[in-house]
């Protein structure tokens, strides 16, 4: 054999060992380059995400109201409307002690107020059902109108024309 050749080949094999050498000495644990994590690392990184988990908690809490909207108990006179605003819910429970309560939709051309229990709409000037769950769509001046005394529950924001 050549010394010479086994020369440049021990050179070369020095060359490749130093090489690959100095890449792991150099390199981070974690990276690209050297995908192995230390615990120390992956703990590091758990503790990040808990506080961010954390604190996103806390902004959801602080901007939702503490307390649920509930429904108000609503007593109207023959002639009077119940105007909701927009996703205001409404039942008609009853009447007064005078009688049934009898009450119809009010609303602008065809519009009406969605009917949740039936799952249909109620057009302006239909009878509003006992005891149906109604919502308003829009705030546009949709309501109901009380033909008789009557008793409803509201929840959301309404007036009384």
Wanted: zero cysteines; charged letters at 30%; aromatic letters at 4%.
């Amino acid at each position: 054999m050549n010394i010479k050749k086994l020369n440049k080949t021990f050179l070369a094999l020095v060359l490749v060992t130093a090489a690959l050498g100095t890449t792991i000495a150099f390199s981070e644990p974690g990276t690209k380059d050297d995908p192995l994590v230390s615990l120390s690392y992956l703990q590091s990184k758990i503790d990040e995400l808990k506080e961010y988990v954390d604190r996103r908690i806390s902004e959801i809490k602080e901007d939702k109201p503490q307390e649920a909207a509930s429904f108000e108990v609503v007593e109207l006179l023959a002639g009077q409307s119940i105007i909701g605003g927009k996703g205001t819910e409404i039942i008609l429970r009853g009447g007064t002690e005078k009688g049934v309560g009898k009450a119809i939709v009010v609303a602008s051309g065809n519009d009406g107020l969605s009917d949740i229990t039936e799952g249909k709409d109620l057009k302006n000037g239909q009878e509003v059902p006992l005891n149906h769950l109604l919502i308003v769509p829009r705030d546009d001046g949709r309501g109901v109108y009380a033909v008789t005394d009557s008793v409803y529950l509201v929840k959301g924001d309404y007036e009384i024309k």
